[in-house]
């Protein structure tokens, strides 16, 4: 079975950091991707980066952009998320996802279990 294990959050104040882990197992895909999403309370899941054993990196969406790296050691299907100047609007529940094929955009996918990132002010 596959299954994707997302760990490294916490509580962290304003401007600072955390790095995310995601280990995914149970799978031979040659061609995949991990991406990480975030869900704040009350709002819908987003994306937020996304990194293809042959496209690179995708970045759901530009706020993180210059804050927000992701990282991969696809050797160990794991995939490291490293956020830096924290905002309390960073605030959610990370997930990853297990994304089939080589675009980050592709909708199949598996999920971990998330990880709570609080960012106080």
């Known amino acids: 079975d596959v299954q994707l294990q997302a760990s490294g959050g916490g509580l962290v104040q304003a401007g600072g950091s955390l790095r995310l882990s995601c280990a995914a197992s149970g799978f031979t895909f040659d061609n995949y991707a991990i991406g990480w999403f975030r869900q704040a309370p009350g709002k819908e899941r987003e994306g937020v980066l996304c990194i293809s054993t042959s496209e690179g990196v995708t970045y759901y969406q530009g706020s993180v952009k210059g804050r927000f790296t992701i990282s991969s050691d696809f050797a160990k299907n794991t995939v490291y998320l490293r956020m830096n100047s924290l905002k309390p609007e960073d605030t959610a529940v990370y997930y990853c996802?297990?994304?089939?094929?080589?675009?980050?955009?592709?909708?199949?996918?598996?999920w971990g279990q998330g990880t709570l990132v609080t960012v106080s002010s």
């Open positions: 996802a297990l994304i089939l094929g080589s675009s980050c955009y592709y909708e199949s996918r598996y």
